[in-house]
């Protein structure tokens, strides 16, 4: 399990790797458990760092997010060497909610990053508070990934989201998850705002 000692420690040697051995720099985005630990939101573990996106800058000098489903090859080479040199599970660093980049983030997510350089050729935004609110709820309700929706749920709650950022939450998730508005209402539910839930 990564701490947060640990999440810093591996970044920081993967930026020193890059830089030397010549590869480019990167801009990775980060989500989930190992965001909301480096940020102080949530006291706790996790298994992996989620990239959610690459952060570039367009030819009219505007930052934007791309969200591929693989790791640029020098960037997983390097995190490979990380993994071996620090004993992490291969895939420490991985893509795997890339996909919600294309299906659209919250309304402002850019602005409210939270970015700190780690060394010379990495760079790492964390998302922020209002926007892993956003994301829980909709992991939480889906049941995605490993702990399921017990460990998103556990998240929301230490998070204490307000009523209004439920709904706003809520009103981002129906754009691309309509299906889902039963179990968004349970979630809803479980966090103590019955009356929001009744009137979703």
Known sequence: MLTKE????????LSA??????TQSYHIIVC?????????????????????????????????????????????????????ELDLPENWLNMGPAGQ????????????????????????????RLDQIHLKLIAA?????IGGSERHFNDLQTLRPTEQELEMSVEWGLTWTVGMLPDIKKII??????ELAARL
């Open 32 to 84: 989930g458990g190992s965001s909301l630990i480096v940020t102080g939101l949530v006291p706790r573990a996790t298994r992996d760092i989620d990239v959610i996106g690459l952060g570039h800058i367009n030819p009219e000098g505007i930052f934007f997010v791309e969200g591929p489903a693989h790791l640029p090859p020098g960037l997983k080479e390097t995190a490979e060497r990380v993994a071996r």
């Open 17 to 22: 790797i890059l830089d030397r051995t010549g």
């Open 101 to 128: 980049v294309s299906m659209g983030l919250p309304k402002g997510f850019i602005e409210r990053l939270i970015t700190r350089p780690y060394g010379r050729c990495l760079t790492v935004s964390f998302i922020s």
């Open 141 to 145: 309700a889906d049941g995605t990934g």
């Open 6 to 13: 640990t999440i810093e420690k591996s970044l920081f040697l």
């Open 189 to 194: 539910k479980g966090l103590g705002y019955d």
